[in-house]
């Protein structure tokens, strides 16, 4: 394997010529952006800065042309089958909630999710328990946070009107068997909506191939920019949704007395949008195809390697998921006993300049119900280096001979 990716396109990103010293392992809350997605940016600003699908002028007709163009690169990315199925969010959060105001869940429909879920697939499953009556069931995972077919399938009955898992977990680094939950649970009629956040960025996603009803996912988290997102769902389910937020271009005609709403992806997409930033998430796709997820996903297992290794010989470190690195993508996830999560994290930036992630990341319900206050968060991603990665074994193991 090449390990030498990450210093062969740093040069990409002015964040880094800014801040040499950095080493920013905190990939998994936001990623860093190379130059053509903040120039694909300054481009909407200074040279288009008009409003897509309204007025008729030269400019509003190149910004809709844009944004139809990055939908096209959307789907060809993520392997839908119509542009028309891309349906552009905010971030990951809202395109959850959509589907979950949308579904028109009743009382006693039962929504699955694991033991393991970002907060931003367990609130609005809590909000809907609580306002509507779903049941809401949990999925064990095993000791080492993996998949158990037999705790999946125990779960699944004729009521289940919906499946919502993550692909990767934030927490860990560790993937789910899509493919397989989908097959299972199409069995009983149920639908799947895959949080897909921390899987898209470090390896893609095949949403024909895995038959998933749902994806959803953040520009932010895959080199594009904040305030982006998308909700991937297949055209029958979309089209059969009444609208969740309404208002300005999601309708075809109004009158005082009613509305008609316009097809997907239009009726979703309520007011004027972030047409800077859809743009930049289509030069963060065009980027990362450029580089190839395969490579990506290849050298960041060959940085995991190398950190959990360099930390195998710590005996006070507990780490969260398996041992095996192959298994935990792209993170390395532990805690300390008797020591503080934050304060690791303040000591690495205030010593190194490292910036990781402390705390509950989120997923508060997986550390409440096993009684860790937090853990610290090492997240890599395509312009890491093996210096880095170096500098923050050598810097913790100096930390941990003092707390
Ligand atoms: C697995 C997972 N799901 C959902 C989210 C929420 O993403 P956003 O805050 O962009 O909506 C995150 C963010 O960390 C995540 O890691």
């Given at each position: 394997?090449?390990?030498?990716?990450?210093?062969?396109?740093?040069?990409?990103?002015?964040?880094?010529?800014?801040?040499?010293?950095?080493?920013?392992?905190?990939?998994?809350?936001?990623?860093?952006?190379?130059?053509?997605?903040?120039?694909?940016?300054?481009?909407?600003?200074?040279?288009?800065?008009?409003?897509?699908?309204?007025?008729?002028?030269?400019?509003?007709?190149?910004?809709?042309?844009?944004?139809?163009?990055?939908?096209?690169?959307?789907?060809?990315?993520?392997?839908?089958?119509?542009?028309?199925?891309?349906?552009?969010?905010?971030?990951?959060?809202?395109?959850?909630?959509?589907?979950?105001?949308?579904?028109?869940?009743?009382?006693?429909?039962?929504?699955?999710?694991?033991?393991?879920?970002?907060?931003?697939?367990?609130?609005?499953?809590?909000?809907?328990?609580?306002?509507?009556?779903?049941?809401?069931?949990?999925?064990?995972?095993?000791?080492?946070?993996?998949?158990?077919?037999?705790?999946?399938?125990?779960?699944?009955?004729?009521?289940?009107?919906?499946?919502?898992?993550?692909?990767?977990?934030?927490?860990?680094?560790?993937?789910?068997?899509?493919?397989?939950?989908?097959?299972?649970?199409?069995?009983?009629?149920?639908?799947?909506?895959?949080?897909?956040?921390?899987?898209?960025?470090?390896?893609?996603?095949?949403?024909?191939?895995?038959n998933v009803d749902f994806a959803v996912f953040s520009g932010h988290k895959m080199m594009g920019p904040t305030g982006t997102g998308v909700l991937y769902g297949k055209y029958k389910w979309l089209d059969a949704f009444s609208g969740f937020m309404v208002g300005g271009d999601t309708v075809e005609r109004t009158s005082y007395e009613n509305f008609t709403l316009l097809p997907p992806p239009e009726k979703f997409e309520a007011g004027l949008q972030d047409y800077a930033g859809i743009i930049g998430l289509g030069a963060a796709i065009d980027y990362l195809e450029q580089i190839g997820l395969k490579q990506i996903r290849e050298y960041e297992l060959g940085l995991n390697q190398l950190l959990t290794e360099s930390l195998e010989d710590q005996s006070r470190i507990q780490l969260i998921g398996p041992t095996d690195y192959r298994l935990r993508g792209s993170i390395y996830s532990f805690y300390v006993d008797g020591g503080d999560s934050h304060q690791i994290a303040l000591m690495l930036d205030q010593a190194a300049k490292i910036m990781v992630r402390s705390g509950q990341h989120c997923v508060h319900s997986w550390f409440e119900g096993r009684g860790i206050a937090g853990s610290v968060r090492a997240s890599l991603y395509a312009y890491t280096t093996e210096e880095e990665v170096i500098r923050f074994c050598s810097e913790l193991k100096k930390i941990l001979t003092v707390i």
């Amino acid at each position: 394997m090449d390990m030498s990716l990450g210093t062969q396109i740093r040069a990409d990103f002015p964040f880094f010529e800014r801040h040499r010293d950095f080493a920013y392992l905190d990939n998994a809350c936001m990623s860093i952006r190379p130059r053509p997605v903040l120039e694909a940016m300054t481009h909407y600003y200074e040279d288009l800065s008009g409003c897509a699908g309204r007025s008729n002028h030269r400019l509003a007709q190149a910004v809709t042309e844009k944004i139809d163009e990055v939908r096209g690169s959307v789907q060809r990315f993520i392997h839908a089958k119509k542009a028309s199925e891309i349906v552009f969010t905010r971030n990951t959060t809202e395109g959850i909630n959509l589907v979950a105001n949308s579904l028109g869940l009743v009382k006693g429909d039962v929504v699955v999710i694991s033991d393991k879920e970002h907060n931003s697939n367990l609130v609005p499953w809590l909000y809907l328990r609580d306002r509507v009556g779903i049941e809401l069931r949990v999925m064990k995972t095993s000791r080492t946070n993996e998949y158990v077919a037999d705790n999946f399938e125990s779960l699944l009955d004729e009521k289940v009107k919906l499946v919502s898992v993550v692909q990767t977990s934030n927490l860990d680094g560790v993937s789910f068997p899509v493919e397989e939950m989908v097959q299972k649970a199409h069995e009983i009629g149920s639908l799947v909506l895959v949080d897909a956040a921390q899987s898209i960025p470090h390896g893609g996603i095949d949403v024909s191939k895995l038959n998933v009803d749902f994806a959803v996912f953040s520009g932010h988290k895959m080199m594009g920019p904040t305030g982006t997102g998308v909700l991937y769902g297949k055209y029958k389910w979309l089209d059969a949704f009444s609208g969740f937020m309404v208002g300005g271009d999601t309708v075809e005609r109004t009158s005082y007395e009613n509305f008609t709403l316009l097809p997907p992806p239009e009726k979703f997409e309520a007011g004027l949008q972030d047409y800077a930033g859809i743009i930049g998430l289509g030069a963060a796709i065009d980027y990362l195809e450029q580089i190839g997820l395969k490579q990506i996903r290849e050298y960041e297992l060959g940085l995991n390697q190398l950190l959990t290794e360099s930390l195998e010989d710590q005996s006070r470190i507990q780490l969260i998921g398996p041992t095996d690195y192959r298994l935990r993508g792209s993170i390395y996830s532990f805690y300390v006993d008797g020591g503080d999560s934050h304060q690791i994290a303040l000591m690495l930036d205030q010593a190194a300049k490292i910036m990781v992630r402390s705390g509950q990341h989120c997923v508060h319900s997986w550390f409440e119900g096993r009684g860790i206050a937090g853990s610290v968060r090492a997240s890599l991603y395509a312009y890491t280096t093996e210096e880095e990665v170096i500098r923050f074994c050598s810097e913790l193991k100096k930390i941990l001979t003092v707390i």
